[in-house]
Every structure is written in structure tokens, then in C-alpha cells.
């Protein structure tokens, strides 16, 4: 078989690739060397985690805060079993999602682990042992990225896991330490901090989600601590050792030298993730990769084989999967020769903690770094009606803005439903807007977005109205 692009990797940045490239006119096919479509996201990651995070929120409020909004529920006890299985009936839906999108579209899906045999060939190796090889014009790797480790941690993926364990344990664990404080390890910690589990994350820098604003990390520090999660910070694994029952981990402070010792019947490793660049046969077309196994591309996101381009954790930059999708439209733009453009400052970053957090733009911290001369306008969530009526009183909106030109430079969040909020943030800074802009918006009245208006308004001559 003979198409104008092969895909290979069906998760968000592959899939989505595979359809604008459909929808542009070209034969496509897709390759995936898993059973079903949709990638780490759809299976293992994005949408199975939501799906647990959204079971234990609803759990927590029922054992929490139903009493106070007047609802007696009696004994609550948690089914895991059935959780598990809802999360998996959820994945199942998402999946079947993507089949239909692949028929619709016309796109021709492979099953097999794709690797390049010449830049316009590939061979698929199936699972019963046969290979095909397909010819194609152009190829878009979209392969993805795997949970990466510490050189002397060994996953087991019984007492000492990744993510992809985590989302499948038959019991709830009476105690979990999670090495690492990002994103995945806050988010799962969270998952079992409310069904009663004692967590305890170790985090080798000195915030938790270090990468976002570090406001941020020391309000989700605090609402993580209500949950009962203890933190180590600025703590280094040393060792990692399965016992059997327990695995006992060591860590050292980076301060001050000195030690500790936890026990807990798992590990959860979520130290990062690295692209999955492993036998794709990249050495017969002459790409090589960097240190960090990523391809390099150009501006076009093409590789150094003409015709061969890369999206999405495969390559620099953050590993969202947003991002990969607008990459593969990127991709698949650029191939039918149109002009796409992609602001990579304006990729906003989410963590589905309870509150959630979200960040887009500069950081101050960054911003300080420039020697950029900006303002900042800050305004809680235990100001706002709509918050205090829903007993979401945690967190904040900060907004920076150009000192003299009052352009919006960066908007970070954590509070109630933020995952959803800052993509007003992202329009107004897409549009170059200033803070005054968004602080003269009609926001209706009481909602969670009228926080961003009054952050605005408190980075325009600190001039808040419910502050």
C-alpha cells in the first residue's frame, strides 16, 4: 500500500495529526503498535487518572463537606473494585471515540510496532510474529514518551511502579511514598491521600510542581497538607529496596545532609517521562538522536530527513498532550502548504489536583530573571461568592502585566474548576490583551471567572472592587 502520510503513534499528537491530514486530502494511515488507539493518554494517562481523581474528589466531599451543605449520607464506605472498573469503562469509551474518528476520516489503522526500513518505508511488526512494510510519502513520528526512572531504582511493577501500575492496583494501599513532586505524583498522591492512604512525596527540588510559578507550588503545598499528604522537599532519593511486604526508601536533604528512612507497602516513581525513540529504525534514515533521546527538528518540525518530520513528547519542549496536538496539525498544515503557527508560550500547563492548578506565559520567577519590569495583580478565591457558596475557598488568580504597556505577560492559577479557566487566559494573551482589557469585561456574576476579572483589576493601579 502506497499514502501520502504514515503516522506512527496514535495518542493525542498522533491521531490528531492523522485526521487534519485526512481532512486536508491526503491518504493516510496510522500505525500503533499497541491493541487499541489513543496512546499513553487515552490509556494510561490523561483520562484514566481524571477519571480516578474526579471518583476520589467525589468521595472526599461525601466524607468531608456533604454534612456542612446539609446532605447526611450515613456509613460511605469505597467500592475500589468498581472504581477501577469505571475508570476502564471510561478508557473504553475514549478509545472507541478514536476508532470512530479513524472511520470517519477514512484513515487506514495499523497494528504493530512501526519502524523505518527508508525514509518512504516502513515495516510493521505484528504480534503474531508476520511484518508488512507499507510505502508512504511523507512520516510523521508521534511516538510518545514512557515514565522515566533513577539509575538505581528498579521497577518491579508490583511494589515499586510507574503511573501505569498506579492506575490499577487491586487494593488501596495503607501507605504510599511518591517519589516526586510533579504533576503525576501530585495528582496521584492526591487519588490515594483521599481514599485514606498515607502519603508521603519526596520531591528532590525545594517547591512542589517546580517547573510553574512558585506561588503555585506553595498554595498546592498547603492544600495537599489538609489532605494529609507529608512532604519531604529538597530531598534526594538515595535508594530505592523492595522487602517483599514493604519497600523501604532512603533519601538525603540537600540542605542539611541528613537522612531519612520510609517504609510503605508501594512506591510510586513519577520522576518524569522520556521520549520513546527506541527501535524505530531511526539509524537506517541517518536521524540521531540527542542526549536526552529526543529528535531534533527545524521551525517546520521536520527532522533532518526531508519528508520526515516529529510532534509531541518525541521532541524539545514540554510533554502535553495539547501541545502534541497542536503540533500535529502543525505538522499536517505545513505538509499541505499552508502557514501554521504555533505560540509555545501560550501552551498553558494544568495539574487536576482539588484545587487545580494551571499556569500560562512567564513565571514571575522568569520574569525576574529578564530584568522585565512588570506588575502583579493577585486576588483568593475566600473573596469570591461564587467560591464561598461552593466551599472551594483555596487559592488564588495571579495575573502579570507589562509595567508600561499593562500587556498581560503571565496568568497562574489554583482554585475551583482553573483547568477550565485558564483558557481565558490564553485567549486574552493570544490577543495581546492588557489587564485593563479583561478587568473592563462583563464577568457574570457569581462564577469562578469573575477572579481572573478582578485580578486583572488588581494589576491595573491596584484597583480590585471585592478586594
Given at each position: 500500500?502506497?499514502?501520502?502520510?504514515?503516522?506512527?503513534?496514535?495518542?493525542?499528537?498522533?491521531?490528531?495529526?492523522?485526521?487534519?491530514?485526512?481532512?486536508?486530502?491526503?491518504?493516510?494511515?496510522?500505525?500503533?503498535?499497541?491493541?487499541?488507539?489513543?496512546?499513553?493518554?487515552?490509556?494510561?494517562?490523561?483520562?484514566?487518572?481524571?477519571?480516578?481523581?474526579?471518583?476520589t474528589e467525589h468521595y472526599h466531599n461525601a466524607?468531608?463537606?456533604?454534612?456542612?451543605?446539609?446532605?447526611?449520607?450515613?456509613?460511605?464506605?469505597?467500592?475500589?473494585?468498581?472504581?477501577?472498573?469505571?475508570?476502564?469503562?471510561?478508557?473504553?469509551?475514549?478509545?472507541?471515540?478514536?476508532?470512530?474518528?479513524?472511520?470517519?476520516?477514512?484513515?487506514?489503522?495499523?497494528?504493530?510496532?512501526?519502524?523505518?526500513?527508508?525514509?518512504?518505508?516502513?515495516?510493521?511488526?505484528?504480534?503474531?510474529?508476520?511484518?508488512?512494510?507499507?510505502?508512504?510519502?511523507?512520516?510523521?513520528?508521534?511516538?510518545?514518551?514512557?515514565?522515566?526512572?533513577?539509575?538505581?531504582?528498579?521497577?518491579?511493577?508490583?511494589?515499586?511502579?510507574?503511573?501505569?501500575?498506579?492506575?490499577?492496583?487491586?487494593?488501596?494501599?495503607?501507605?504510599?511514598?511518591?517519589?516526586?513532586?510533579?504533576?503525576?505524583?501530585?495528582?496521584?498522591?492526591?487519588?490515594?491521600?483521599?481514599?485514606?492512604?498515607?502519603?508521603?512525596?519526596?520531591?528532590?527540588?525545594?517547591?512542589?510542581?517546580?517547573?510553574?510559578?512558585?506561588?503555585?507550588?506553595?498554595?498546592?503545598?498547603?492544600?495537599?497538607?489538609?489532605?494529609?499528604?507529608?512532604?519531604?522537599?529538597?530531598?534526594?532519593?538515595?535508594?530505592?529496596?523492595?522487602?517483599?511486604?514493604?519497600?523501604?526508601?532512603?533519601?538525603?536533604?540537600?540542605?542539611?545532609?541528613?537522612?531519612?528512612?520510609?517504609?510503605?507497602?508501594?512506591?510510586?516513581?513519577?520522576?518524569?517521562?522520556?521520549?520513546?525513540?527506541?527501535?524505530?529504525?531511526?539509524?537506517?534514515?541517518?536521524?540521531?538522536?540527542?542526549?536526552?533521546?529526543?529528535?531534533?527538528?527545524?521551525?517546520?518540525?521536520?527532522?533532518?530527513?526531508?519528508?520526515?518530520?516529529?510532534?509531541?513528547?518525541?521532541?524539545?519542549?514540554?510533554?502535553?498532550?495539547?501541545?502534541?496536538?497542536?503540533?500535529?496539525?502543525?505538522?499536517?498544515?505545513?505538509?499541505?502548504?499552508?502557514?501554521?503557527?504555533?505560540?509555545?508560550?501560550?501552551?498553558?500547563?494544568?495539574?487536576?489536583?482539588?484545587?487545580?492548578?494551571?499556569?500560562?506565559?512567564?513565571?514571575?520567577?522568569?520574569?525576574?530573571?529578564?530584568?522585565?519590569?512588570?506588575?502583579?495583580?493577585?486576588?483568593?478565591?475566600?473573596?469570591?461568592?461564587?467560591?464561598?457558596?461552593?466551599?472551594?475557598?483555596d487559592g488564588f488568580v495571579k495575573v502579570l502585566?507589562?509595567?508600561?504597556?499593562?500587556?498581560?505577560?503571565?496568568?497562574?492559577?489554583?482554585?475551583?474548576?482553573?483547568?477550565?479557566?485558564?483558557?481565558?487566559?490564553?485567549?486574552?494573551?493570544?490577543?495581546?490583551?492588557?489587564?485593563?482589557?479583561?478587568?473592563?469585561?462583563?464577568?457574570?456574576?457569581?462564577?469562578?471567572?469573575?477572579?481572573?476579572?478582578?485580578?486583572?483589576?488588581?494589576?491595573?493601579?491596584?484597583?480590585?472592587?471585592?478586594?
Open positions: 500500500m502506497k499514502y501520502d502520510v504514515t503516522v506512527i503513534g496514535s495518542g493525542p499528537g498522533g491521531y490528531v495529526a492523522a485526521i487534519r491530514c485526512a481532512q486536508l486530502g491526503m491518504k493516510t494511515a496510522i500505525i500503533e503498535r499497541y491493541p487499541t488507539l489513543g496512546g499513553t493518554c487515552l490509556n494510561v494517562g490523561c483520562i484514566p487518572s481524571k477519571a480516578l481523581l474526579d471518583s466524607t468531608h463537606t456533604f454534612k456542612t451543605h446539609g446532605i447526611e449520607v450515613g456509613d460511605i464506605s469505597v467500592n475500589f473494585e468498581q472504581m477501577i472498573k469505571r475508570k476502564g469503562e471510561v478508557v473504553q469509551q475514549n478509545v472507541q471515540g478514536i476508532d470512530y474518528l479513524m472511520n470517519k476520516n477514512e484513515i487506514t489503522v495499523y497494528h504493530g510496532h512501526g519502524s523505518f526500513v527508508t525514509k518512504n518505508k516502513i515495516s510493521i511488526a505484528k504480534d503474531d510474529g508476520s511484518k508488512e512494510e507499507i510505502e508512504t510519502d511523507k512520516v510523521i513520528i508521534a511516538t510518545g514518551s514512557k515514565p522515566s526512572s533513577l539509575p538505581f531504582i528498579k521497577i518491579d511493577k508490583k511494589r515499586v511502579i510507574t503511573s501505569t501500575e498506579a492506575l490499577v492496583l487491586k487494593e488501596i494501599p495503607k501507605r504510599m511514598v511518591v517519589i516526586g513532586g510533579g504533576v503525576i505524583g501530585c495528582e496521584l498522591g492526591s487519588v490515594y491521600a483521599r481514599l485514606g492512604s498515607e502519603v508521603t512525596i519526596v520531591e528532590y527540588m525545594p517547591n512542589l510542581i517546580a517547573g510553574m510559578d512558585a506561588d503555585l507550588g506553595k498554595a498546592l503545598f498547603r492544600s495537599l497538607k489538609k489532605l494529609g499528604i507529608k512532604h519531604y522537599l529538597n530531598y534526594g532519593v538515595t535508594s530505592v529496596e523492595n522487602k517483599g511486604d514493604v519497600v523501604s526508601i532512603t533519601a538525603k536533604g540537600n540542605k542539611k545532609g541528613d537522612e531519612i528512612n520510609i517504609e510503605a507497602e508501594y512506591c510510586l516513581v513519577s520522576v518524569g517521562r522520556r521520549p520513546y525513540t527506541d527501535n524505530l529504525g531511526l539509524e537506517n534514515i541517518g536521524i540521531e538522536t540527542n542526549k536526552r533521546k529526543q529528535i531534533p527538528v527545524d521551525k517546520h518540525l521536520q527532522t533532518s530527513v526531508e519528508g520526515v518530520y516529529a510532534i509531541g513528547d518525541v521532541i524539545e519542549g514540554a510533554m502535553l498532550a495539547h501541545k502534541a496536538e497542536e503540533e500535529g496539525v502543525f505538522v499536517a498544515e505545513t505538509i499541505a502548504g499552508q502557514k501554521p503557527h504555533i505560540n509555545y508560550l501560550l501552551i498553558p500547563g494544568v495539574v487536576y489536583t482539588w484545587p487545580e492548578v494551571a499556569g500560562v506565559g512567564y513565571t514571575e520567577q522568569q520574569l525576574k530573571e529578564q530584568g522585565r519590569a512588570y506588575k502583579s495583580g493577585k486576588f483568593p478565591f475566600a473573596a469570591s461568592g461564587r467560591a464561598r457558596a461552593s466551599m472551594d475557598t502585566a507589562d509595567k508600561e504597556t499593562d500587556e498581560i505577560l503571565g496568568v497562574h492559577m489554583i482554585g475551583p474548576r482553573i483547568a477550565d479557566l485558564i483558557a481565558e487566559a490564553v485567549v486574552a494573551m493570544e490577543y495581546r490583551a492588557s489587564a485593563e482589557d479583561i478587568g473592563r469585561m462583563s464577568h457574570a456574576h457569581p462564577t469562578y471567572t469573575e477572579a481572573m476579572k478582578e485580578a486583572c483589576l488588581a494589576a491595573t493601579e491596584n484597583r480590585a472592587l471585592h478586594m
